[in-house]
C-alpha cells in the first residue's frame, strides 16, 4: 500500500491510499480509500505507517532529551554568522555550547555542564562528552581568538548594512564576581549593590542601532574616561574606520579623551556634569533661561553646547526631593519621641544617624540638622533648596561635529540613543543572560567569560527582534510571547523513544504543537522531519 497524490486540476490534489497487485503479468492497483478530508497530520501518520516506520513498535513511548531549545538558537547562531565566525574546531563547538548555554541556562561552567546531559547537544552541535575543564580550556582560546572574531562580525554587519557606520555608541558598566582571586578584580565604583565584594568594569561599544560590535574588561577600580583609548584604538586598528562620531555618556569623554579622538580625526558627542554646567553658568556662558527652551544651542571655544531641559525629569526630581523631605521629618520626630520617652537615649547619636541619612539622600546641601538641648532640630535653607533644584531635568550637550552635518535635535536623539546600550547591560547583567556572578579567576578567562555573554545578546537581539515581528512586544501587548516564553515552549519539545520487539531503541521527533510552530516560523526556522539518520528513526 503507499499514498498517492493525483492533481485534480484547479482544485486540490486527491489524496488516495491505494495498493499494487499482479494480475495475468501486469501490475495493477486499486483505491482503497480516499484521504482527501482526512487532516494533514492523519495523512502524514498514515504514510509513515505504510512505509513501515511503525513495524515492530510496542505502542509505548519514553520522553528524552530536549531538542527545541539547543536546536532553536543554534540556527539563530546560524543566522547571525556566530557560527561561521567560530569555525569547526572542537574549541569552536564548545565555545558555541558556551554561548547557547548563556541565553539559556546561565550559571557556571559546572551547572552548563549538568544542563548539557538534559538536551541534545551531541547531535545539534556535534560534540561528544566534554566536562567543565575542557571549557575553561575552550575560553583560553576564545580570549585568543576575540580580536579575529569581533572583527569578522563587524566586516559582516558592514556587508548587510551596505556601509560602515559612522556613529558609534560606548558605555561601561561594572559587574561583582564571588571570591576574592580574580586577577582584574578591584574595588570601585559599585553598581550592583553588592557592598564587599570587588568588581570588574565592562565597556561595550556598539553601532548607532544598538547592535553590539566590541567588548572590553578592565580593572574594577578603572575610572570611565580612562577606558576610552581603547575604544579608539578598536575603531581605528581593529575595523579600520575613517570617520567615527563617538557617543558617550556624561563624565565620560574628557579632555585626554577628547584629544586622543581629535588626534585620530574622529568627533564626540557627550554630555557635561552638573558641576561644569554651573560653572558655564557662573562665567556667563549660559544663562538659565536658556533652559526654558526645548533645544538651544551655544558656539563655545570651537565645540556646540545643546542645552535642554527634560521636563518630566525635572518634576520627578522635584517629588522626590519632597518625598525625601517628608521622610526625613518622619524619622526626626519618630528619634525625638524615642529620646523623649528614654532618659538613657543618647540625642547625638540619633543625629549622626540622620545626617548621613540626609546625605545618602542628596538633603545635606540645604538641610541642617542640630540638637536643641535632646530635642533634633531640621532647618531648610530655602535659597540653597531652590540653587539645587536649578538643574532638575537639565541637559548639557558638547559637540565637535559641525553644525551643516549635524544639527541640534540630531545631536540630542542621538545622545539619547545611548540608553541602547544600557538596555544592553540589562540583558547581559539581570534581564536574560545573568552575566553575574562571575565564577573565575584568571583574567583572560573572565574577558572570555564577558565576550561571550556579548556574543549571546548579538543572538538574543535578533531572537527578540523576530518574535516581536510575530507577537509584538510586551509594550503593546502584556501577553505578547518574549524569548523566555518561547525557550519554555521549545523546552516541551523532546525526543521520544521506542522499544521494538527485539529490544532495540529507536529515536522520533514529535511534530511541534501550535505554539511551537509558530515560534519556530518566526524566526525562519525549518523543523527537521527526522533526526540524525545513522542513529535515529522517526
Not at 66 to 76: R, S
Not at 164 to 176: E, F, I, Q, R
Amino acid at each position: 500500500m503507499y499514498i498517492a497524490r493525483v492533481p485534480n486540476r484547479k482544485s486540490r490534489p486527491a489524496i488516495l491510499l491505494r495498493e499494487s497487485y499482479r494480475e495475468g503479468g501486469k501490475v495493477c492497483t486499486r483505491t482503497i480509500a480516499n484521504l482527501t478530508n482526512w487532516p494533514p497530520e492523519r495523512i502524514v501518520a498514515m504514510e509513515r505507517l505504510v512505509k513501515g516506520e511503525f513495524d515492530d513498535w510496542s505502542g509505548e513511548m519514553t520522553s528524552g532529551e530536549i531538542f527545541g531549545v539547543v536546536f532553536a538558537l543554534k540556527q539563530l547562531a546560524d543566522q547571525v554568522g556566530i557560527t561561521r565566525v567560530l569555525g569547526s574546531a572542537a574549541e569552536s563547538r564548545l565555545n558555541l555550547f558556551l554561548i547557547l548555554a548563556r541565553i539559556a541556562h546561565g550559571g557556571s561552567r559546572l551547572s552548563a555542564v549538568r544542563w548539557a546531559k538534559q538536551h541534545t547537544v551531541a547531535d545539534v552541535l556535534a560534540l561528544e562528552a566534554f566536562d567543565e575543564d575542557d571549557l575553561y580550556a575552550a575560553l583560553d582560546w576564545l580570549a585568543s581568538q576575540q580580536e579575529r572574531i569581533e572583527r569578522e562580525l563587524y566586516q559582516a554587519y558592514v556587508k548587510e548594512q551596505g556601509q560602515p557606520p559612522v556613529l558609534v555608541l560606548y558605555d561601561v558598566t561594572s559587574s561583582y564576581f564571588e571570591g576574592e582571586c580574580n586577577e582584574l578584580g578591584q574595588y570601585g565604583y559599585n553598581r550592583d549593590g553588592k557592598r564587599g565584594k570587588q568588581q570588574i568594569v565592562i565597556g561595550l561599544l556598539t553601532a548607532e542601532d544598538g547592535e553590539p560590535l566590541a567588548v572590553r574588561v578592565f580593572e574594577g577600580n578603572t575610572a570611565d574616561p580612562m577606558t576610552v583609548a581603547s575604544q579608539i584604538t578598536i575603531l581605528k586598528e581593529q575595523f579600520g574606520m575613517a570617520e567615527v562620531v563617538m557617543v558617550g555618556d556624561r563624565g565620560m569623554i574628557k579632555a585626554k579623551g577628547k584629544a586622543a579622538l581629535s588626534a585620530q580625526g574622529f568627533r564626540y558627542i557627550t554630555a557635561l556634569t552638573d558641576a561644569q554646567i554651573r560653572t558655564f553658568l557662573k562665567e556667563g556662558v549660559l544663562q538659565t533661561d536658556l533652559f526654558d527652551a526645548h533645544l538651544c544651542e551655544v558656539e563655545h571655544d570651537d565645540k556646540r553646547l545643546i542645552v535642554r531641559r527634560n521636563e518630566t525629569v525635572r518634576v520627578r526630581e522635584g517629588r522626590r526631593r519632597e518625598d525625601k523631605l517628608a521622610q526625613l521629618q518622619a524619622k526626626i520626630a519618630d528619634r525625638n519621641a524615642f529620646v523623649k520617652n528614654s532618659r538613657r537615649a543618647n540625642a547625638a547619636i540619633g543625629l549622626a544617624a540622620l545626617q548621613r541619612w540626609a546625605k545618602r539622600h542628596k538633603l545635606a546641601a540645604f538641610v541642617t540638622l542640630a540638637l536643641n538641648e535632646r530635642v533634633i532640630v531640621c532647618t531648610i535653607d530655602q535659597e540653597a533648596k531652590a540653587q539645587d533644584a536649578l538643574l532638575d531635568g537639565c541637559y548639557l550637550l558638547e559637540t565637535d561635529v559641525p553644525q551643516g552635518l549635524m544639527d541640534a535635535k540630531t545631536v540630542d536623539a542621538r545622545y539619547r540613543d545611548l540608553q541602547k546600550v544600557e538596555r544592553n547591560f540589562r540583558a547581559v547583567k539581570t534581564t536574560f543572560l545573568e552575566i553575574r556572578p562571575i565564577f573565575l579567576r584568571k583574567a583572560e578567562r573572565t574577558k572570555a567569560h564577558v565576550f561571550v555573554a556579548m556574543l549571546a545578546l548579538k543572538i538574543t537581539r535578533r531572537f527578540e527582534a523576530d518574535l516581536h515581528r510575530t507577537f509584538g512586544s510586551t509594550e503593546d501587548d502584556p501577553a505578547a510571547i518574549t524569548p523566555d516564553d518561547a525557550l519554555v515552549a521549545l523546552g516541551r519539545l523532546t525526543y521520544l523513544y521506542s522499544t521494538d520487539r527485539n529490544g532495540q531503541r529507536h529515536t522520533h521527533l514529535p511534530r511541534p504543537d501550535d505554539q511551537q510552530a509558530k515560534i519556530l516560523d518566526a524566526i525562519g526556522l525549518p523543523f527537521p522531519l527526522k533526526a540524525k539518520a545513522d542513529k535515529r528513526g522517526v
